[in-house]
């Protein structure tokens, strides 16, 4: 892994200029039109949640990191691998925002939901969801920690996906998704950038009290779910924050080299690419 990531760190570092040319700033309600196609177009999901906030106008937390995150991502996925990845007639970075009752979401065979500690899908955002899945959609779940958040998500997505036909798991290592494009030997823990300098004083990558984790400890997991002919459908990034290390990348040296360019991209282009190509 230490070899494969020097050379993403060494690119991103030579193209790290490259960014504030690039970045376009848009409201939640307004972003760029996305052109057809079969490129890669990064795809957020705008949900409901129990804070009563999740339509258009209101920030909530599902627009975390938006937009730089999903602009960043995109940009670095176009540096570092071979997929096209889809740009507006006037050249930008083509993302978009999209509800789970939306027919719009079956164009996008990759969707992005992140902070998901507090949500509480409708009816319809479940049953978009399923159906979304069953057909061959992949959904990459972000940033969210402990205990409480963990089962808030549990209990979402089981709603969606019954366990006992599709239970959650851990996503062993050894799995194509740890090195179809950079090998990983660890589920790679990133912090928001806040957190940097007592990560520098401390070593600790966790964001909060550890003490209060106790069921599932304060590790970054990757969890898991497959349909029944083995087709992973679902990845949830736990105990991370890999939006945090896309969207930050240019706020501090340290923690972009440090987080951005080990582990935050490397893990997602590896997601991305699993999921396009699979």
Excluded at 88 to 96: E, I, K
Excluded at 204 to 209: A, L, M, T, V
């Amino acid at each position: 892994m230490a070899a494969v990531c020097r050379l993403c760190l060494l690119f991103l570092l030579l193209s790290l200029t490259e960014l504030p040319a690039q970045r376009r700033f848009y409201s939640p309600a307004n972003p760029p039109d996305t052109p057809p196609g079969n490129s890669f177009v990064f795809c957020r999901i705008q949900y409901s949640s129990s804070s009563g906030r999740g339509r258009w106008g209101d920030w909530g937390r599902w627009a975390t990191d938006y937009p730089e995150s999903d602009i960043n991502f995109s940009l670095r996925l176009s540096q570092l691998t071979t997929l096209d990845v889809a740009r507006t007639d006037d050249g930008q970075l083509a993302h978009a925002i999209v509800h789970l009752d939306d027919p719009e979401l079956f164009q996008y065979p990759f969707i992005y939901m992140l902070e998901v500690g507090d949500l509480a899908l409708s009816a319809a955002e479940r049953q978009g969801l399923r159906s979304y899945l069953r057909r061959g959609g992949f959904l990459l779940v972000d940033d969210f920690w402990g205990d409480a958040e963990w089962e808030n998500w549990k209990y979402e997505i089981e709603q969606v996906l019954p366990p006992v036909d599709y239970p959650m798991i851990d996503i062993p290592l050894e799995h194509e998704l740890f090195n179809i494009v950079f090998a990983i030997d660890a589920v790679p823990q990133v912090p928001g950038v806040s957190n940097y300098q007592r990560w520098e004083l401390t070593g600790q990558s966790f964001e909060g009290d550890p003490g209060r984790y106790a069921r599932y400890g304060t590790e970054a997991r990757c969890k898991g779910i497959f349909d029944g002919n083995g087709r992973l459908m679902v990845v949830a990034m736990h105990n991370t924050d890999l939006g945090d290390g896309w969207e930050r990348e240019g706020e501090h040296y340290g923690y972009f080299e440090e987080f951005s360019a080990k582990r935050a991209y490397p893990m997602g282009i590896n997601i991305v690419v699993y999921a396009m190509t699979h």
